[in-house]
């Protein structure tokens, strides 16, 4: 059995963690197990409902997409994180966190693995290693039957901007909060951009970009990610491994 310094030197490796500037610290973020790790639970973010279903579950390890310590973040183990991470260390869970490292791997990574779900074959990054994926469709689609392949592979309705350049040929797409990515994305030439959230400004900017964007849920669009991260991880070290969604509308 391995402990929770192998998980991560393993996962660092695995998704070339440092060759990132990400916006929180990739990897452990607590170390509150114990000398081995026998049962990961992972899940989207480090909320107390996650953290409490985890301790329901027997954890020794936690494994996120979003945790703690964001840049900007105050630095104070007050409120709610105080509460989290207190909770973590008295059960004994330590927390394992990997961010964008997560969104961009070809294979566990959140775009590439949204891709698959939404039956967009043949997707690739712009450029390597990149957050921001394209994939030309087989043949040209209504803006209403993507909406619908989204809906189907996401389960749940994603909101819709007419940019008004009639069917797609061209899909773009980048999950979580990427929605700035659509002045990218349209200078590539896709004829529609899909990511998880919506600004004020994203419906203006689809209008005078003349481009289908796609708001399809910041949560709905990363749990593909850790799941697979965490069923990884689960055969390369022979644990147990289990993924609690926590629902979120977002």
């Not at 660092?12 to 990739?26: G, K, M, R, T, W």
């Not at 803006?143 to 392949?149: F, I, K, P, S, T």
Request: glycine share 14%; with cysteine.
């Amino acid at each position: 059995m391995s402990n929770a310094i192998e998980f991560e030197s393993y996962c660092n490796q695995l998704l070339s963690a440092a060759e990132f500037d990400d916006y929180c610290p990739n990897g452990l973020q607590v170390e509150a197990g114990g000398d081995e790790v026998l049962r990961l639970v992972s899940g989207v973010t480090a909320s107390q409902a996650l953290i409490d279903a985890a301790v329901e579950a027997g954890a020794d390890m936690l494994l996120v997409h979003h945790g703690f310590f964001w840049k900007g973040e105050s630095p104070v183990l007050t409120g709610p994180k105080g509460r989290r991470i207190a909770a973590l260390i008295r059960n004994h869970i330590s927390l394992m966190v990997y961010h964008l490292p997560l969104d961009a791997h070809p294979h566990l990574g959140n775009n590439s693995l949204l891709g698959g779900l939404l039956g967009l074959g043949g997707g690739a990054p712009l450029e390597a290693g990149g957050l921001l994926w394209s994939a030309e469709l087989g043949s040209a689609e209504s803006a209403a039957e993507l909406g619908r392949r989204i809906s189907g592979g996401l389960g749940r309705e994603p909101l819709h901007i007419d940019g008004g350049n009639g069917d797609v040929s061209r899909v773009g797409w980048c999950t979580g909060a990427a929605q700035g990515a659509i002045v990218e994305a349209a200078a590539a030439g896709v004829d529609a951009f899909i990511s998880g959230e919506i600004s004020e400004s994203t419906v203006h900017l689809a209008r005078e970009l003349g481009i289908h964007y796609f708001a399809a849920g910041h949560h709905a669009t990363e749990r593909a990610g850790v799941r697979a991260l965490g069923d990884h991880l689960a055969e390369h070290f022979g644990v147990e491994h289990r993924f609690i969604d926590i629902a979120n509308p977002v």
